[in-house]
């Protein structure tokens, strides 16, 4: 397994519409795509940020989920309509991680 963390820096004001995409639209597709959230966060500091952990088998089925999912037509239609008043993410941040020897959840 890898892990992807996935940091979103929003843009001002932009917390509840990515909120309301994340509840109504990406989760059912991240599930229809055969994608695994492990959970969600946000800034404990105030900073506009959203942060979540996908779980993959690997790094290839993970490039073929995200493809399919950015290339599914009701992704495109969901993201255009949320975006009418302006871009939702200012920023992504990606990195990709698997779990280490002594990790509790190894046992």
């Not at 917390?15 to 994340?22: D, E, L, S, T």
């Not at 229809?32 to 952990?53: P, Q, R, S």
């Not at 309509?81 to 991680?97: A, Q, T, W």
């Amino acid at each position: 397994m890898i892990y992807e963390l996935r940091i979103y820096h929003m843009h001002a004001g932009k917390m509840p519409a990515i909120h309301q995409r994340f509840s109504e639209v990406t989760l059912n597709l991240f599930r229809k795509h055969g994608m695994t959230v492990c959970d969600f966060w946000e800034d404990a500091e105030g900073n506009a940020k959203l942060y979540y952990i996908l779980e993959h088998a690997d790094r290839a089925s993970r490039d073929t989920q995200f493809k399919a999912f950015e290339n599914d037509p009701n992704w495109i239609q969901a993201k255009e309509r949320s975006e009418e008043d302006g871009p939702i993410v200012e920023k992504l941040e990606n990195y990709f991680m698997k779990r280490a020897p002594y990790s509790p959840l190894n046992h």
